[in-house]
């Protein structure tokens, strides 16, 4: 078996397909993204994580679930999760009369948030969200708006560990994306290639801060499909100068690595051409990722985009064009859940849980 399982892909519908079942058990397939279309209900989701579990053990299970509009279960006794703005906005009250204790209250809440967050996900199946999102709010970028806690990269900092913190009651670890920031850009990476044009003084000293504060505490990290030409030509996902010489050495940062979707527009080109999601899968693994998702593709053709992106990089490690590591297969292991998850019954009476409740904004 391959030591190193990087691939990231997704499941048709709410049910585990043949040809889902045969992709789970590839040894380089090493978990799986879930989207609102792989719910149906609390029974149904849980059910479905243990058909993962049951063909690979070992699978992580993730879900882009931050809260606000971004949260992929939203019924059947799933908690409406505020937009990470309205921790921020706790944070600025300025109807509050003492600064420092609505601060205070902001962490407060952001702590139950991650803890009702993780603790919802967990009582189904669910091992991973990827949040926090650590982009700067400037006000120019749509696609992350209030999605981001605020302004101020101190505040950032304070309020994601916060949350981190409350994920990690839950048993959950976390996510911080998208590295090195992604509220700076107008464009959006679903759809275009975003550029950058700041140095990287600037972007050390603004966006990424919080990656450099959060060193000790992140998981880990996805970064961006944007492109900052004057650090280097390549979107951040596939450049060993941010992965490797910046985020892992500057800012010394030792948790996993996560590609972005790779069927973002943003992960389609490489050094100003067109790339399949091979070359991209193994552009950003060489650069310096530990793991990479391929999202919205089973969907596609019968799914035959993942099985044509197993059969490259199988056949990239035939030809040593692409090697499996062993360290980054360890960063994966270690972000599945330690212990037992509460059941969803009991979670619902759980004192913890019910005062995490009352503190959400």
């Known amino acids: 078996?391959?030591?190193?399982?990087?691939?990231?892909?997704?499941?048709?519908?709410?049910?585990?397909?043949?040809?889902?079942?045969?992709?789970?058990?590839?040894?380089?397939?090493?978990?799986?993204?879930?989207?609102?279309?792989?719910?149906?209900?609390?029974?149904?989701?849980?059910?479905?994580?243990?058909?993962?579990?049951?063909?690979?053990?070992?699978?992580?299970?993730?879900?882009?679930?931050?809260?606000?509009?971004v949260q992929r279960f939203r019924t059947d006794g799933f908690t409406h999760l505020p937009p990470m703005r309205a921790l921020g906005q706790m944070w600025f009250d300025p109807h509050a009369r003492d600064a420092a204790a609505a601060a205070l209250a902001a962490c407060n809440a952001a702590t139950a948030t991650g803890y009702v967050l993780g603790a919802e996900l967990r009582a189904c199946g669910v091992d991973l969200s990827f949040t926090p999102v650590l982009d700067l709010d400037h006000g120019r970028s749509a696609v992350i708006g209030d999605r981001a806690f605020a302004r101020d990269a101190?505040?950032?900092?304070?309020?994601?560990?916060?949350?981190?913190?409350?994920?990690l009651q839950s048993g959950m670890r976390h996510c911080g994306k998208h590295f090195p920031g992604h509220g700076y850009v107008q464009a959006d990476s679903h759809v275009d290639i975003?550029?950058?044009?700041?140095?990287?003084?600037?972007?050390?000293?603004?966006?990424?801060?919080?990656?450099?504060?959060?060193n000790a505490s992140l998981s880990s990290v996805m970064p961006a499909h944007v492109i900052y030409p004057q650090v280097d030509r390549r979107p951040a996902g596939f450049s060993s100068r941010w992965l490797e010489d910046i985020l892992r050495g500057r800012l010394g940062f030792t948790g996993a690595i996560f590609s972005d979707d790779l069927s973002m527009a943003g992960a389609r080109q490489i050094d100003g051409r067109e790339i399949g999601y091979t070359e991209a899968a193994i552009?950003?693994?060489?650069?310096?990722?530990?793991?990479?998702?391929?999202?919205?593709?089973?969907?596609?053709?019968?799914?035959?985009?993942?099985?044509?992106?197993?059969?490259?990089?199988?056949?990239?490690?035939?030809?040593?064009?692409?090697?499996?590591?062993?360290?980054?297969?360890?960063?994966?292991?270690?972000l599945l859940p330690q212990g037992p998850a509460l059941p969803w019954d009991e979670l619902m009476v759980d004192e913890r849980y019910m005062h995490a409740l009352s503190l959400l904004p």
């Open 1 to 69: 078996m391959m030591p190193h399982a990087p691939l990231i892909i997704d499941v048709a519908g709410t049910r585990l397909t043949k040809a889902d079942k045969r992709r789970l058990a590839h040894p380089l397939v090493g978990g799986v993204i879930l989207f609102a279309r792989n719910w149906q209900d609390r029974e149904q989701l849980s059910r479905l994580c243990r058909q993962i579990k049951k063909i690979r053990p070992d699978a992580l299970i993730a879900v882009d679930h931050e809260g606000g509009r």
């Open 283 to 334: 552009a950003a693994l060489q650069a310096g990722c530990d793991m990479v998702l391929l999202c919205n593709q089973s969907v596609e053709d019968d799914g035959s985009p993942i099985d044509d992106l197993i059969d490259g990089l199988s056949q990239a490690v035939i030809e040593g064009r692409w090697q499996p590591r062993g360290a980054s297969e360890q960063r994966r292991l270690a």
């Open 194 to 214: 975003p550029v950058d044009e700041r140095s990287l003084d600037d972007i050390l000293a603004d966006d990424a801060a919080p990656y450099g504060w959060l």
């Open 154 to 167: 101190r505040v950032v900092t304070l309020l994601a560990q916060a949350l981190m913190h409350g994920l």
